[in-house]
């Protein structure tokens, strides 16, 4: 897995999101660790205009064939993490509530190559130390759906959001609030 650098000579140590920008061993900002914001100013892209993420929303009428699809860019940290968490708790939401023991094995599996996997490398070390001290629970729906939304929570705290309540995970991901 590629691994952090630290800032090359002539490149911003800090982000204009007053993060630390987040270089690979290469010496080229990482895009998947760093908001679109600090990975333009890093790659002095913000020299021009300020580009605004591209919508998802789907392009108009092609011109030409190779025109099917909008020029969306690889996802910064924030729409990964967003993308990468929906998918976990809808994991969670749908995951068996009482598992057989090769489920439960195979999500222990699963969680772990995910952490090994995980394109912004520092977010996934965290998490794969998260998973050491804090050992998957697969046992249920419910150990497994709780035992995401803790994790998530960890990841909140570190970045200063507010924590959520984990006794609500079903509402959010499962069941809907009313
Ligand atoms: C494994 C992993 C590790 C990450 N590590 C880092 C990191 O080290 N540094 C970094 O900058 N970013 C990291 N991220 C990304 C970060 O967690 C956020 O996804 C990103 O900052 C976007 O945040 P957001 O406020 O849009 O909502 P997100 O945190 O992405 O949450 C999406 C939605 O989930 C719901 N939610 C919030 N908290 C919980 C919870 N505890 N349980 C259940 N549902 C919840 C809310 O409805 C929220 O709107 C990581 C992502 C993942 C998947």
């Known amino acids: 897995m590629t691994k952090e650098a630290s800032a090359p000579q002539d490149k911003p140590v800090f982000g204009a999101s007053g993060r630390k920008i987040i270089y690979d061993k290469d010496g080229k900002p990482c895009r998947s660790c760093n908001t679109l914001l600090d990975f333009q100013m890093a790659t002095g892209g913000m020299n021009k205009a300020p580009q605004k993420a ?17 020029k969306v860019d690889p996802p910064d940290v924030e729409k990964l993490g ?6 976990l708790h809808s994991i969670a939401a749908t995951y068996p509530e009482n598992p057989s023991n090769k489920q439960q094995a195979d999500m222990k599996q699963f969680l772990k190559l995910f952490g090994n996997f995980y394109p912004c490398w520092f977010c996934a070390e965290d998490f794969e130390k998260y998973m050491a001290k804090n050992e998957p629970t697969t046992d249920t729906q419910d150990h497994l759906g709780k035992w995401l ?3 998530h929570n960890d990841v909140n705290k570190k970045l200063g959001k ?11 991901w499962k069941d809907g609030w009313e």
């Open 54 to 70: 591209k919508t998802e929303v789907a392009a108009p009428a092609a011109s030409k064939e190779t025109d099917v699809y909008a």
């Open 162 to 172: 507010p924590e959520f309540d984990c006794n609500l995970w079903k509402k959010r």
């Open 82 to 87: 967003r993308s990468s968490w929906t998918l």
């Open 149 to 151: 939304c803790e994790a």
